[in-house]
């Protein structure tokens, strides 16, 4: 079946970094677009990055533009997000999955606080 777990988040200061890491099994990664989103306290989803199957093209939202960078693995069915200059605000639980099947791990908090 189907698996996404995500791991690599915690606590971290204003202006510090997290990599997060999603890895995937019970479907061929290599040919799927992924993404990374992220809720919240009381939000809604907000979609963070996307990356294509091979990782050519990255796409991101602007509240996180210049700041992280969505990467991927094939080989290892891995995807990552480095996440640099972190701001209170991006305190949320965030997710990967695949936007167009609706499909998304357990999530992982990120908390930025001092």
């Known amino acids: 079946q189907v698996q996404l777990v995500e791991s690599g988040g915690g606590l971290v200061q204003p202006g510090g970094s997290l990599r997060l890491s999603c890895a995937a099994s019970?479907?061929?990664?290599?040919?799927?677009?992924m993404s990374w989103v992220r809720q919240a306290p009381g939000k809604g989803l907000e979609w963070v990055s996307s990356?294509?199957?091979?990782?050519?093209?990255?796409t991101y939202a602007d509240s996180v533009k210049g700041r992280f960078t969505i990467s991927r693995d094939n080989a290892k069915n891995t995807l990552y997000l480095q996440m640099n200059s972190l701001k209170p605000e991006d305190t949320a639980v965030y997710y990967c999955?695949?936007?167009?099947?609706?499909?998304w791990g357990q999530g992982t908090q990120v908390t930025v606080s001092s």
């Open positions: 999955g695949r936007l167009s099947a609706n499909l």
């Open positions: 019970g479907f061929t990664f290599s040919s799927n677009d």
């Open positions: 990356i294509n199957s091979g990782g050519g093209t990255t």
